[in-house]
């Protein structure tokens, strides 16, 4: 069995691909920083865990992920803030669960090859 840091260094070695292609999404705009509570005061009232594709960078960077599971917790994330601030119906919310999906689908995408997307 590999070490932890091993492991958390291989999987951000997959991770950090995904994460690039989720922010070149037109659609990832607004998940790709954490929300600013400047214009949006009471999102901290809504929200008590925010997370953001540039949170998720900061994870794989650290090596905080041992799991393929803790990054699909992430994004899952994403969406359920969106539910909860923009609502379930809103554009915004089928935006978070668009990247969801494709953050899903490129992980399995990517962990049935064993390799780096190209």
């Given at each position: ?40 005061p ?27 599971q ?8 994403i969406?359920n ?23 899903f689908?490129f ?6 090859e ?5």
């Amino acid at each position: 069995m590999l070490p932890k840091y091993l492991k958390s260094s291989r999987l951000a070695s997959v991770l950090k691909p995904i994460v690039v292609k989720l922010g070149k999404m037109p659609i990832s705009a607004l998940f790709r920083r954490d929300v600013d509570t400047n214009l949006y005061p009471t999102y901290l009232n809504v929200v008590s865990q925010p997370m953001s594709l540039q949170r998720i960078q900061a994870k794989i960077d650290a090596n905080q992920y041992l799991e393929e599971q803790q990054f699909i917790d992430d994004l899952q994330l994403i969406v359920n803030n969106s539910i909860a601030f923009n609502g379930i119906n809103s554009p915004i919310t089928a935006n978070a669960n668009s990247i969801f999906l494709a953050g899903f689908d490129f992980l399995k995408k990517m962990s049935a090859e064993g390799k780096e997307e190209t």
